[in-house]
């Protein structure tokens, strides 16, 4: 059995779990440990995880400061775990902390970049950010694969900044399904009935204060006929007065967090729509992802609201699926919106047309992941980024 090492930014994150499953479903035995917002779980898998210590949404520094820290107590928080044949550093931060743990082995094992977001900071041209991206280059120029959810994230950010010869791996945030296919609704049961209205989900990491603002118009404006439900984790650093703002808001409602994927089936069936628009870093890293919930509500028949110009809008206009927005006043959001029953059905019998691998990740997709990671070469480094900065 393969033994991956897998350092994490934030061990409470669902997305870390989600991993964790697929590395095991796989094959893989997972050690897991890093920084924590909050209790840390005591399990993830079939792992103990290991706190590095604590860090916060927004506090750039602190989260510099506790990766130095890991850095120089990596040996000791380590020790006692099986020697890793592969580790994997999820984002910027602990693609540190996963190079200086190699360097400590007898054997050095290869290390795996996993990007999944492009922080803002990376794309600015002060001190900081120039810092950033020389670190990333240097480190990254080390690492045996780079692993990655959006293609647009290559083309956007790394290929332009000279890494194109970095061996990548495509891995979407497709859901994880281990067992049998979910129950859908029949679309005519979600139809609502005389004086109910529409239903727009917007679920999981709930960050963007405009897309807050513009469903908060939108349902006002039409008065009752459409009403939004929020599930997950409101961020602290974007809504420190969540619980107040949404208790204003007379379509708008706020059911907590949520199991995933335990809970999705019902989460995505009590919705027509999922909101799969971010604004939260317009013009860069939200235009570039494909996050969660567009795969979670597809998979489970829900229609995707996406912003038209970014990679959502594109891989889902590829399909010939969703609703997207070239405006987002509530007159042309009301617009764009089907009328009526029928033109609700056309979009949502699409979604449900497609095959379930594409918005579903199951067991052999896990064995081939985990196959392609322990089949890294420990000596295939790609070479040091020249770049300037």
């Not at 990254?140 to 791996?169: C, D, K, N, V, W």
């Not at 109910?196 to 897309?211: H, M, N, Q, V």
Request: with cysteine.
């Amino acid at each position: 059995m393969a033994n991956i090492l897998y350092l994490v930014h934030d061990l409470t994150d669902p997305a870390v779990a989600r991993r964790v499953a697929m590395l095991e479903a796989g094959g893989a035995s997972v050690v897991l440990a890093g920084f924590t917002r909050g209790t840390p779980p005591e399990r993830v898998g079939r792992t103990r995880p290991m706190s590095l210590g604590t860090t916060a949404d927004g506090r750039f520094a602190q989260r510099i400061a506790m990766v130095g820290k890991a850095v120089l107590t990596a040996r000791a928080a380590l020790a006692g775990t099986e020697r890793p044949d592969v580790i994997i550093g999820r984002n910027l931060e602990m693609l540190a902390v996963a190079q200086r743990v190699a360097a400590l082995q007898r054997t050095r094992p290869p290390v795996v970049y996993e990007c999944l977001d492009i922080h803002r900071l990376m794309l600015g041209t002060s001190m900081v950010g120039r810092a950033m991206r020389l670190a990333e280059r240097r480190l990254a120029g080390r690492a045996a694969l780079l692993m990655t959810s959006s293609p647009r994230f290559l083309e956007a950010y790394f290929e332009p900044r000279g890494q194109a010869h970095i061996p990548t791996l495509l891995v979407e945030n497709k859901v994880l399904e281990l067992g049998p296919a979910p129950h859908r609704a029949a679309t005519a049961d979600l139809v609502p009935g005389p004086g109910a209205p529409w239903r727009i989900g917007w679920f999981g990491a709930l960050r963007c204060a405009r897309s807050f603002d513009i469903l908060s118009a939108f349902t006002r404006a039409c008065e009752g006929r459409y009403e939004v439900l929020l599930r997950g984790r409101p961020a602290r650093d974007v809504f420190p007065d969540f619980e107040a703002r949404i208790a204003k808001e007379p379509f708008m409602r706020f059911e907590g967090a949520y199991r995933n994927p335990e809970d999705l089936a019902g989460l995505y069936g009590s919705v027509q729509f999922t909101w799969a628009i971010d604004f939260f870093e317009a013009g860069m890293n939200s235009d570039w992802l494909l996050p969660n919930r567009l795969y979670e509500g597809c998979r489970h028949g829900a229609v995707p609201i996406a912003m038209a110009g970014t990679q959502t809008s594109r891989t889902l206009a590829q399909m010939g699926l969703g609703i997207h927005l070239d405006a987002t006043e509530p007159a042309r959001l009301a617009q764009a919106l089907p009328a009526d029953a029928a033109a609700y059905a056309a979009l949502r019998d699409a979604v449900m047309a497609q095959p379930a691998a594409r918005f579903a990740c199951g067991p052999d997709e896990c064995t081939a992941l985990v196959r392609r990671l322990t089949g890294l070469a420990a000596t295939g480094r790609a070479p040091l980024l020249a770049e300037a900065a």
